[in-house]
């Protein structure tokens, strides 16, 4: 079993910053790479962003690219997104997920979820 909890969430105003984690536990050796999703409205879920076991292989979605950086601190177990520039267009439930593939790409199906975190940007 696996465990991803998110963290970070808030209101910020346009322009500002908000960093979110992620920490795993359980089964964490079963997770390779991992990432970001996030839910807007009532739209579907969509990938931004996802980080290799590695680390050596950072991909992201257009509409965050310049404004939103992952990392992993494998000896916390931990994931983050640093997420500065934001829009309102940004507000939304944000997940983390991980995966066992090696990458963490915009097709790779996550195994397994957290239960999101939201933010909000907002004047």
């Known amino acids: 079993q696996v465990q991803l909890v998110e963290s970070g969430g808030g209101l910020v105003q346009p322009g500002g910053s908000l960093r979110l984690s992620c920490a795993a536990s359980?089964?964490?050796?079963?997770?390779?790479?991992m990432g970001w999703y996030r839910q807007v409205g009532g739209k579907e879920r969509e990938w931004i962003t996802g980080?290799?076991?590695?680390?050596?292989?950072?991909l992201y979605d257009d509409s965050v690219r310049g404004r939103f950086t992952i990392s992993r601190d494998d000896a916390k177990n931990t994931m983050y997104l640093q997420m500065t520039s934001l829009k309102p267009e940004d507000t939304g439930l944000y997940y983390c997920?991980?995966?066992?593939?090696?990458?963490?790409?915009?097709?790779?199906?996550?195994?397994?979820w957290g239960r999101g975190t939201q933010a909000a940007v907002s004047s």
């Open positions: 359980g089964s964490i050796l079963s997770i390779n790479s």
């Open positions: 980080i290799s076991r590695t680390g050596r292989t950072i």
């Open positions: 997920a991980g995966a066992n593939a090696i990458q963490f790409a915009l097709n790779t199906t996550p195994d397994y």
